[in-house]
């Protein structure tokens, strides 16, 4: 299910969780699609199902399409994204909306843009059009390792965040213009060499700017498939939940509760340091 879910201020919301089962799309009725009808879909037969998420090949024309309406008028948001970078484009100053850059998100098209969440190998960057253009930056993303990418305005601050850390910040002020041009994930303006490598596994978007502490309750919830056994929100490192290391102690099939493994449980009495095998 691709799920498209507008959000309130909430911090624990429905995300957008992109698992390959089906294309349609979602929303909870809260603000801008009261008639559920955001659709997200795509063309691309190489855009494929990974393990915690959708795998983008690095392709122009993979990308998902989520209609026209999305960020359109908004004075304040957050959009945050669970992404995973297998290579990025070399570009010293991106500016969130041009070719050359890699995308997670853009309302991209022929109209003036108006939103853009992109990276380089240089610098990461979330742009906004509110009839004048501002851009925040911050550092390049890491290959090969999930990470997460957040932008939140308030009407007056853009601000980037990486991982849940504060990483740019720069005045801004007005609504978002409105336009014609579609919400992509993965891709936008659909010209050479502005696309996503790597995968991506949720997409989420509020109506108002979370701040910093709701902020990373919220992504802490949304974490990706960390362990490949087709959960989201699984952290552990096990190959299937049922094998979860419930000690905290790093080894799979651990199901006691005592600190270090060399202190179990052995007979299963809640008594930690017990070797015995009488209850």
Not at 62 to 84: E, I, N, Q, R
């Amino acid at each position: 299910l691709l799920q498209v879910v507008a959000i309130t201020s909430t911090t624990t919301p429905d995300v957008l969780f992109l698992d390959g089962s089906a294309t349609s799309a979602v929303d909870d009725d809260t603000w801008y699609d009261p008639d559920n009808d955001v659709n997200c879909t795509t063309d691309s037969s190489t855009l494929v199902r990974g393990d915690a998420g959708f795998d983008f090949p690095g392709d122009d024309s993979a990308f998902f399409d989520c209609g026209d309406t999305l960020m359109d008028g908004l004075s304040a948001f957050t959009v945050a994204a669970w992404v995973y970078a297998e290579s990025l484009t070399s570009k010293a100053n991106p500016t969130g909306h041009n070719a050359g850059e890699s995308v997670i998100v853009h309302k991209a098209g022929t109209a003036d843009d108006n939103f853009g969440l992109t990276s380089s190998a240089q610098k990461s960057v979330c742009y906004i059009d509110t009839g004048s253009d501002y851009s925040v930056k911050g550092p390049a993303l890491e290959l090969d390792v999930w990470t997460n990418v957040a932008c939140t305005y308030d009407g007056s601050s853009l601000k980037l965040y990486v991982d849940g850390e504060l990483e740019g910040e720069t005045s801004a002020s007005g609504s978002l213009i409105s336009n014609t041009n579609s919400f992509d994930i993965g891709a936008g303006h659909h010209v050479s060499n502005f696309h996503w490598d790597g995968d991506i596994a949720t997409v989420a978007i509020w109506s108002s700017a979370l701040s910093s502490s709701a902020l990373n309750v919220a992504i802490a919830s949304q974490q990706p498939d960390a362990d490949g056994d087709g959960i989201y929100s699984s952290t552990d490192t096990c190959p299937s939940d049922a094998e979860n290391d419930a000690d905290g102690y790093n080894l799979c099939g651990d199901v006691d509760s005592c600190p270090y493994d060399d202190d179990n449980d052995v007979d299963c009495d809640a008594v930690c340091a017990d070797e015995d095998v009488f209850f």
